[in-house]
């Protein structure tokens, strides 16, 4: 497969270079506590685009019994700056909500009647697709919450006038779910001496609310940025009791974000989770460490964790960084399991600056990376890769170009990569994560590829995980989705939102005044046994035929046994792939007793390295890991 990887610039200069994918296994980086996962692009086995356009507002989705609903409308088309806000929430009645950044009006007017969209779905039908926004003015960026105590619904977004001013927040609530009737309240407002906050991500814990935003304020009417701790434009957090209505914290730095580690704060670059008492922060940014701030008492507390260091502590774009490291793009997302870990993902990222002499305004970043990385609290070396974009075996030599601008539309900024954007949930030991990857047989007359969504899944809490499968392929050929945002409860089915477009990136609205929508917002709904054809077992269907334990010896140089536990007499299949997707092994063992049997895989020729066995017996498939020494 041929690709062209076209490097993108930041800020105001231009330059050129290109950086192909890196191939192969998990690659070292000097980090702090972790390893790199590396980059590359494996063959894919799931490309199944069924259909070639888009039929009226509702679809069929990948598998059996999904089905895709579109449920608003925008002129707005840049749902985020980087990682996904939480814009769906479901119910165990059945019922469901939906909200999105909205406008009535395009760029040729600035987008003045921005604000919060919002539909629900009331267990038969949805409500009417609109544009129209809840709030009386103008807002953006809204972060989705349900409060389980009260039976609200609270949507927070920040306020930004017609005239440049940010001005904080408004607290937003319905009083019960599915309401339109909505109440705002302004909250984290603007002081003499501070602008207020923007891009707020929230999250329910307890009698609590927890905030974490950003002074990042790019208008020209507030250009001096603020200052907390040495840092420029810094993530603050805040925290709302939600019993009496009283903000016990207001606009703080958490412990260990300061001038030694971090230069400037960013847009977005942030993502957060809360169950029971505890809660967890992850940021990150293309030029910064990720880290973890993780509380066991609602945010009252916090300790930190360097998942990821970047190499040149708070980075002023006036140090030479020739080694093009790693990173993140920005987009990450942080989950919490049952235990009260953390799952941290995000897309890489990586730059480099080899030029000091213009001042703070340009670096490079290197579009073509295929990396969501996955990170679990407690395993301080557990960094694997969770999901790519995959390449289409049937697509013999097309060309895939991921550039910063197409035609003047800017194509999503640091976030022009083959994979991006993840959005992760988990039930029990099966995680899932959701994310946009480009699809290399979708292309339009220019060459570029559109974005589709895609989900991959471990089924044993992270340790392996199975290859991703594009899930928004039946929606046609030149249709672009994005920014996928899925529910919390994916016992059953996965639940998500995100924005279709029938062009590629944003918009610029100084460029490109008469480019509007409107631009569908759509919801997706998909049984998890159609995602991985069984591969999830213990969620809808109980896996009754067979049970498999963890091979002996591992690791391992030539041979291992692969025991499996048949309650009936089957056939069993037991294949190998590698790192890369290829298969090395396959092996059918047929008629095999009821029983303990003890498989006998040879693996000889296949070189050192960790590998994926999956044993498969009638309906069933469970896939395992093991290293070969």
Same mark, same amino acid.
């Given at each position: 497969?041929?690709?062209?990887?076209l490097?993108?610039?930041?800020?105001a200069?231009?330059?050129?270079?290109?950086q192909?994918p890196q191939?192969?296994?998990?690659?070292?980086?000097?980090?702090?506590?972790?390893?790199?996962t590396?980059?590359f692009t494996?063959a894919?086995?799931?490309?199944?685009?069924?259909?070639?356009?888009?039929?009226g507002?509702?679809?069929? #989705?990948?598998?059996?019994?999904?089905?895709?609903?579109?449920?608003?409308?925008?002129e707005?088309?840049?749902?985020?700056?980087?990682?996904?806000?939480?814009?769906?929430?479901?119910?165990?009645?059945?019922?469901?909500? /939906?909200?999105?950044?909205?406008?009535?009006?395009?760029?040729g007017?600035g987008y003045?009647?921005?604000g919060?969209?919002?539909?629900?779905?009331?267990?038969?039908?949805?409500?009417?697709?609109?544009?129209?926004?809840?709030e009386s003015?103008?807002?953006?960026?809204?972060?989705?919450d349900y409060?389980p105590?009260?039976?609200?619904?609270?949507?927070?977004s920040?306020?930004?006038d017609?005239?440049?001013?940010?001005?904080?927040?408004?607290?937003?609530?319905?009083?019960?779910?599915?309401?339109?009737?909505?109440?705002g309240?302004?909250?984290?407002?603007?002081?003499?001496?501070?602008?207020?906050?923007l891009?707020?991500?929230?999250?329910?814990?307890?009698?609590?609310?927890i905030?974490?935003?950003?002074?990042?304020?790019?208008?020209?009417?507030?250009?001096?940025?603020?200052r907390?701790?040495?840092?420029?434009?810094?993530q603050?957090?805040?925290? %709302?009791n939600?019993?009496?209505?009283?903000?016990?914290v207001?606009?703080?730095? %958490?412990?260990?974000?300061?001038?030694?580690?971090?230069?400037?704060?960013g847009?977005?670059?942030?993502a957060?989770?809360?169950?029971?008492n505890?809660?967890?922060?992850?940021?990150?940014?293309?030029?910064?460490?990720i880290a %973890?701030?993780?509380?066991?008492?609602?945010?009252?507390?916090?300790?930190?964790?360097?998942?990821d260091?970047f190499?040149?502590?708070?980075?002023?774009?006036?140090q030479?960084?020739?080694?093009?490291?790693?990173?993140?793009?920005?987009?990450?997302?942080?989950? %919490?399991d049952?235990? #009260?870990?953390?799952?941290?993902?995000?897309?890489? #990222?990586?730059?480099?600056?080899n030029?000091?002499?213009?001042?703070?305004?340009?670096?490079s970043?290197?579009?073509g990376?295929?990396?969501?990385?996955?990170?679990?609290?407690g395993?301080?070396d557990?960094?694997?890769?969770?999901?790519?974009?995959p390449? !289409?075996?049937t697509?013999?030599?097309e060309?895939l170009?991921?550039?910063? /601008?197409?035609d003047?539309r800017?194509?999503?900024?640091?976030l022009?990569?083959?994979?991006t954007?993840?959005?992760?949930?988990?039930?029990g030991?099966?995680?899932?994560?959701?994310?946009q990857?480009?699809?290399?047989?979708?292309?339009?007359?220019?060459g570029q590829?559109?974005?589709d969504?895609?989900?991959?899944?471990? /089924?044993?809490?992270?340790?392996?995980?199975?290859a991703?499968?594009?899930?928004?392929?039946?929606?046609?050929?030149?249709?672009?989705?994005?920014?996928?945002?899925?529910?919390?409860?994916?016992?059953?089915?996965?639940?998500?939102?995100?924005?279709?477009?029938?062009?590629?990136?944003f918009?610029?609205?100084?460029?490109?005044?008469?480019k509007?929508?409107?631009? !569908?917002?759509v919801?997706y709904?998909?049984?998890v046994?159609?995602?991985?054809?069984?591969?999830?077992?213990?969620?809808n269907?109980?896996?009754?035929?067979?049970?498999?334990?963890?091979?002996?010896?591992n690791?391992?140089?030539?041979?291992?046994?692969v025991?499996?536990k048949?309650n009936?007499?089957?056939?069993?299949?037991?294949s190998v792939?590698?790192m890369i997707?290829?298969t090395?092994y396959?092996?059918?063992?047929?008629?095999?007793p009821a029983?303990?049997?003890n498989?006998?895989?040879n693996?000889?020729s296949?070189?050192?390295?960790?590998?994926?066995?999956?044993?498969?017996?009638?309906?069933?498939?469970?896939?395992?890991?093991?290293?070969?020494?």
């Amino acid at each position: 497969m041929k690709k062209f990887y076209l490097l993108g610039l930041l800020a105001a200069s231009i330059a050129a270079n290109a950086q192909a994918p890196q191939t192969g296994d998990l690659g070292n980086q000097a980090k702090t506590t972790s390893k790199q996962t590396g980059d590359f692009t494996p063959a894919s086995p799931v490309i199944n685009r069924q259909a070639t356009s888009r039929v009226g507002l509702t679809g069929k #989705g990948y598998g059996k019994n999904s089905t895709w609903v579109v449920v608003g409308q925008t002129e707005f088309d840049r749902p985020t700056n980087a990682s996904t806000y939480r814009r769906i929430i479901t119910y165990p009645n059945g019922k469901k909500s /939906v909200i999105w950044t909205t406008s009535t009006d395009g760029p040729g007017t600035g987008y003045l009647g921005r604000g919060t969209g919002y539909n629900h779905f009331d267990g038969t039908a949805w409500g009417t697709v609109s544009k129209n926004r809840i709030e009386s003015r103008r807002t953006g960026y809204p972060n989705f919450d349900y409060d389980p105590i009260s039976g609200t619904e609270i949507i927070l977004s920040h306020k930004v006038d017609s005239d440049g001013y940010s001005g904080g927040m408004l607290f937003n609530t319905n009083g019960t779910i599915g309401s339109n009737s909505w109440t705002g309240v302004s909250a984290l407002d603007t002081t003499k001496t501070l602008p207020g906050v923007l891009w707020p991500r929230t999250a329910v814990s307890g009698d609590y609310m927890i905030v974490i935003a950003s002074y990042t304020d790019s208008s020209t009417r507030q250009p001096s940025r603020v200052r907390l701790n040495g840092v420029r434009a810094p993530q603050v957090y805040s925290r %709302l009791n939600l019993r009496t209505n009283v903000w016990d914290v207001v606009n703080q730095t %958490l412990p260990g974000y300061d001038s030694t580690r971090y230069y400037a704060g960013g847009g977005d670059n942030y993502a957060i989770d809360a169950k029971g008492n505890n809660v967890a922060i992850l940021m990150g940014g293309l030029t910064d460490d990720i880290a %973890l701030w993780k509380s066991a008492d609602n945010g009252a507390t916090w300790t930190k964790t360097i998942i990821d260091s970047f190499p040149v502590p708070a980075f002023d774009y006036r140090q030479l960084v020739l080694d093009t490291p790693y990173s993140t793009d920005g987009a990450l997302s942080v989950t %919490l399991d049952a235990t #009260g870990n953390a799952h941290c993902f995000w897309s890489y #990222g990586r730059m480099f600056d080899n030029d000091t002499t213009n001042g703070n305004t340009t670096y490079s970043y290197f579009p073509g990376q295929n990396t969501i990385a996955h990170w679990y609290e407690g395993r301080p070396d557990s960094l694997l890769l969770a999901g790519f974009s995959p390449e !289409d075996p049937t697509d013999a030599d097309e060309v895939l170009t991921v550039g910063q /601008v197409i035609d003047n539309r800017t194509r999503y900024g640091n976030l022009s990569k083959l994979a991006t954007a993840p959005s992760a949930v988990n039930s029990g030991d099966t995680i899932y994560v959701v994310y946009q990857g480009l699809t290399d047989n979708d292309l339009d007359q220019q060459g570029q590829a559109f974005y589709d969504i895609y989900v991959a899944a471990s /089924v044993d809490n992270g340790l392996t995980w199975l290859a991703p499968v594009n899930i928004t392929a039946t929606m046609g050929l030149n249709e672009e989705q994005t920014f996928a945002s899925v529910a919390a409860d994916c016992r059953t089915n996965l639940h998500l939102t995100f924005m279709n477009t029938r062009n590629q990136g944003f918009y610029d609205a100084t460029n490109n005044a008469e480019k509007v929508g409107p631009y !569908d917002i759509v919801y997706y709904q998909i049984p998890v046994e159609d995602i991985f054809d069984k591969n999830v077992v213990g969620l809808n269907e109980a896996n009754d035929l067979f049970s498999l334990e963890q091979n002996f010896p591992n690791p391992f140089d030539v041979n291992t046994n692969v025991p499996v536990k048949l309650n009936r007499s089957s056939d069993v299949k037991i294949s190998v792939v590698n790192m890369i997707g290829q298969t090395v092994y396959s092996n059918t063992f047929a008629n095999s007793p009821a029983g303990v049997n003890n498989f006998d895989v040879n693996m000889a020729s296949a070189k050192a390295g960790i590998y994926f066995y999956t044993v498969e017996a009638g309906e069933f498939k469970v896939t395992r890991k093991f290293i070969v020494e």
